[in-house]
């Protein structure tokens, strides 16, 4: 990884995967840093650990747990592990960073 990442290069970076929707940044020990950039569906599955996204652009709804709530760019977005969540009926360039922990 670069010193400097911008989400406009970690979506080129997505992009060049072929269908993949996201791409791992860096990781560190227990902490991963992740660029996600659905298209279409959100086929998540409950991770192992804790995820923190934070919304870089787009708009739709997040499920977690069952529960419903638009987002927008600039939020922040927490799931603890073995909770199940995904993004619905999200806008066409919806990216986030995510970050897993423990």
Same mark, same amino acid.
């Given at each position: 990884?670069?010193?400097?990442?911008?989400?406009?290069?970690?979506?080129?970076?997505?992009?060049?995967?072929?269908?993949?929707?996201?791409?791992?940044?860096?990781?560190?020990?227990?902490?991963?840093?992740?660029?996600?950039?659905?298209?279409?569906?959100?086929?998540?599955?409950?991770h192992t650990r804790d995820e923190v996204y934070f919304?870089?652009?787009?708009?739709?709804?997040?499920?977690?747990?069952?529960?419903?709530?638009?987002?927008?760019?600039?939020?922040?977005?927490?799931?603890?592990?073995?909770?199940?969540?995904? =993004?619905?009926? =999200?806008?066409?360039? =919806?990216?986030?960073?995510?970050i897993f922990s423990g």
């Amino acid at each position: 990884m670069t010193e400097r990442m911008t989400p406009e290069n970690a979506l080129k970076a997505v992009e060049k995967l072929g269908g993949q929707r996201w791409i791992t940044i860096f990781k560190h020990g227990a902490l991963e840093l992740e660029f996600y950039a659905p298209r279409g569906s959100d086929p998540q599955q409950p991770h192992t650990r804790d995820e923190v996204y934070f919304v870089v652009s787009g708009s739709g709804w997040f499920v977690r747990a069952g529960a419903r709530q638009r987002f927008a760019p600039g939020e922040v977005l927490y799931v603890p592990a073995g909770v199940p969540h995904r =993004f619905e009926q =999200f806008s066409d360039d =919806f990216a986030a960073w995510a970050i897993f922990s423990g």
